[in-house]
Nanobody, 124 residues
């Protein structure tokens, strides 16, 4: 089990950038696949991005592909989500997630541990 704490959220104008960070405490961070999900007001949680244990494989939702970049630093137990060209529709609470099991990396049920979430607001 890992404990996850997100940071870096806030208010930004459309077209701007934010870099979210998620620091994990606990053992074997490098054994976990990591992901970012988000929940917009009145909507269900949706997949944003995922990164493999070694960082060599990434996947993105179609809505953020080309604008967001996920990365990880296993030496620092940290995963990042660089968000560029932000749009008002990116406004949501963003959650970091960690999973030890295999499975569909785009599915939230694959992940066992979740952060508390951090708010991102993009103004038009």
């Amino acid at each position: 089990q890992v404990q996850l704490v997100e940071s870096g959220g806030g208010l930004v104008q459309a077209g701007g950038s934010l870099n979210l960070s998620c620091v994990a405490s606990g053992e074997f961070f490098s054994s976990h696949i990591m992901a970012w999900f988000r929940r917009a007001p009145g909507k269900e949680r949706e997949f944003v991005a995922t990164i493999s244990r070694g960082g060599g494989i990434t996947d993105y939702s179609d809505s953020v592909k080309g604008r967001f970049t996920v990365s990880r630093d296993n030496a620092k137990n940290t995963v990042h989500l660089q968000m560029d060209s932000l749009k008002p529709e990116d406004t949501a609470v963003y959650y970091c997630a960690a999973g030890l099991r295999g499975g569909n990396r785009l599915d939230g049920r694959t992940y066992d541990d979740w952060g508390q979430g951090i708010q991102v607001i993009v103004s038009s």
